[in-house]
């Protein structure tokens, strides 16, 4: 059957899955017992690895859901496989991008109340922040509630397009605008080889399990559409 | 279930109790000064981490359960699908 045959055509493969499971522990080993306590903050420093580990995925991510919706708009928004795929990649993406965000958007506010002494400030890379993880949560409810629709799922692909300028301004806002926000990897704040290792383990770790999710995401998704498919043909020849 | 099914089940079951009790053990190491060498020992710091870690992973696993079901929701629809094709058939 068509539908069985796809099933292992986008998927990532137990490997992934195992390498992604591997560098995660990898990670959490390099950042509670390699990395040494950093010495002003303490031990609430830990936040930072994953943190920013999930805030640079989530602006992968939402940067590969704007691109594919940009491919979508492009090539007009057809049937065919190509847009498709496009089309999948985006939904799977962006709901990895939203699940990342939510992480960030928690575990920002505990490491900020130790750090700055309060959960949340309107500082312009955190409003940016909070703004495109909106957006993107915007972009999944229009998907939910069009379903199939290639008009809904035109207009989605536009909104995903527009969080791309926002990704681009949350990467140099405290540049351009300050804030409290710190800059530690960008000014060589990293400078002790332990933390400077759990760190990009941590990054790694994050990008090879969203990964994973997302290209399952995208194998449901071709898998769902495929079958509702079939099902449309079926009710088609039953009405004949 | 079959042999890949159980080292999943394994695999999953120890990668939840490693990432959930990692940072606690951890802390509580740090706590009775057998842990951390460097650095200051902070009481209230040591609850955000466990916080931040068990929220990350609380995230992850709801995602994850999220997928899960999508996947039953799929395999139902295309059990029912198969049963459809059938009938047609005959």
Redesign the interface.
Same mark, same amino acid.
């Given at each position: 059957?068509k539908?069985?045959k796809a099933i292992g055509k986008f998927g990532p493969g137990?490997l992934l899955a195992?390498l992604a499971?591997a560098a995660?522990?990898i990670a959490?080993?390099a950042v509670?017992?390699i990395a040494?306590?950093?010495?002003t903050?303490?031990?609430?420093q830990?936040?930072f690895y994953?943190?920013v580990g999930?805030a640079i995925n989530m602006m992968v991510f939402f940067s590969l859901c704007g691109i594919c919706g940009l491919i979508y708009l492009i090539m007009g928004g057809s049937r065919g496989r190509v847009a498709s795929f496009v089309d999948a990649l985006g939904v799977a993406t962006a709901?990895?991008g939203v699940?990342l965000g939510? !992480?960030v958007l928690?575990?920002g506010p @505990?490491?900020a109340?130790?750090a700055w002494g309060t959960w949340w400030t309107w500082e312009p890379r955190l409003t940016l922040a909070l703004l495109v993880f909106l957006l993107f949560l915007a972009y999944l409810a229009l998907r939910a509630f069009t379903g199939s629709e290639r008009f809904g799922r035109s207009v989605a692909a536009g909104l995903a397009v527009v969080g791309l300028p926002a990704l681009y301004f949350i990467h140099f806002a405290v540049q351009r605008w300050g804030g409290a926000h710190p800059q530690v990897v960008y000014k060589g704040g990293l400078t002790v080889p332990g933390m400077k290792l759990a760190f990009f383990l941590s990054v790694l770790a994050v990008m090879l !399990?969203s990964a994973t999710?997302a290209l @399952?995401?995208t194998q449901?998704e071709l898998?769902?559409r495929l079958?509702d498919d079939?099902?449309l043909k079926?009710d088609a020849?039953?009405w004949k | 279930m079959n042999i890949f099914k159980t080292i999943s089940a394994i695999f999953a079951w120890v990668f939840a109790w490693v990432v959930f009790c990692l940072p606690a053990t951890v802390l509580a190491q740090n706590a009775t000064g057998q842990g951390w060498r460097e650095g200051q020992e902070q009481i209230q710091g040591d609850t955000m981490v466990v916080a931040a870690y068990m929220a990350l992973w609380l995230i992850l696993l709801l995602f994850v359960l999220r997928i899960a079901s999508r996947q039953r929701t799929l395999k139902a629809d295309i059990l029912e699908l198969k049963k459809k094709i059938q009938k047609e058939e005959q």
């Open positions: 059957m539908s069985d137990p195992i499971t995660v522990l959490l080993y509670f017992f040494p306590v950093e010495a903050m303490g031990i609430v830990k936040i994953f943190h999930c709901e990895v699940t939510a !992480v928690v575990t @505990i490491w109340r130790k !399990v999710l @399952i995401r449901q898998q769902a079958v079939m099902f079926l020849e039953e | -």
